[in-house]
């Protein structure tokens, strides 16, 4: 089970959008819709984004939305806020009850 | 509300094992699954496993096979994870959380730190 490949870091000012890619294969993202996506500030535990590729759970900003396409799953995060700088994963279903996340990215609000 | 508290850090050596509890509270012990996370400092989650308080049925990731045990005691509505042979990459912190469908986690513990060391 070999990671997801997601960017290392992006950056955006406030008010802009950026999206965040999460890169796996047929046996994975592409395999299944279960990609969910979790933002981890410093020291903190993570904190579910978005499942089932695009589903918001209660409390999540709409500005916050999820999308997938072939193997490639994607984190869009429109109207940018200083409080959005955080760690982000993905993570999807790989089959025989088995899970991957992805590397991380590191979200940089200029 | 949901909540997983976690035991506190550990200092381990070498070759040692250890065992990280998660206590859960807010809901129905059994309805959901629990599944442990790990992230070494500065590094990426991985995941390790899961297991359902149910059924007792479990599954662990291949790269854990054989070094993880997953129990649970459902009079204390508690889950532990034991990792054996331990080696300093396994310095860690580790988090338990509860999925739904078995593929996304909703609640997550404070997370406990594991340090391996001779």
């Known amino acids: 089970q070999s990671a997801l490949t997601q960017p290392r870091s992006v950056s955006g000012s406030p008010g802009q959008s950026v999206t965040i890619s999460c890169t796996g294969t047929s046996s994975d993202v592409g395999g299944y819709n279960y990609v969910s996506w979790y933002q981890q500030h410093p020291g903190k535990a993570p904190k579910l984004m978005i499942y089932?590729?695009?589903k918001r759970p209660s409390g999540v900003p709409d500005r916050f939305s999820g999308s997938k396409s072939g193997n490639t799953a994607s984190l869009t995060i429109s109207g940018l806020q200083t409080e959005d700088e955080a760690d982000y994963y993905c993570?999807?279903?790989?089959?025989?009850?088995?899970?991957?996340f992805g590397g991380g990215t590191k979200l940089t609000v200029l | 509300q949901v909540q997983l508290v976690q035991s506190g850090a550990e200092v381990k050596k070498p070759g040692a094992s250890v065992k990280v509890s998660c206590k859960a509270s807010?809901?129905?012990?059994?309805?959901?699954?629990i599944n442990w996370v790990r992230q070494a400092t500065g590094q990426g989650l991985e995941w390790m496993g899961w297991?359902?308080?149910?059924?007792?049925?479990?599954g662990y990731a291949q790269k854990f096979q054989g070094r993880v045990t997953m129990t649970w005691n459902t009079s204390i509505s508690a889950v532990y994870m034991e990792l054996s042979s331990l080696r300093s990459e396994d310095t860690a912190v580790y988090y338990c959380?509860?999925?739904?469908?078995?593929?996304?986690?909703?609640?997550w513990g404070q997370g406990t730190l594991v340090t391996v060391s001779s």
């Open positions: 807010g809901y129905t012990f059994t309805s959901y699954d």
């Open positions: 089932d590729v695009n």
């Open positions: 297991m359902d308080p149910n059924s007792g049925n479990t």
């Open positions: 993570c999807s279903y790989a089959g025989n009850y088995t899970l991957v």
């Open positions: 959380a509860t999925f739904r469908g078995g593929t996304y986690g909703v609640y």
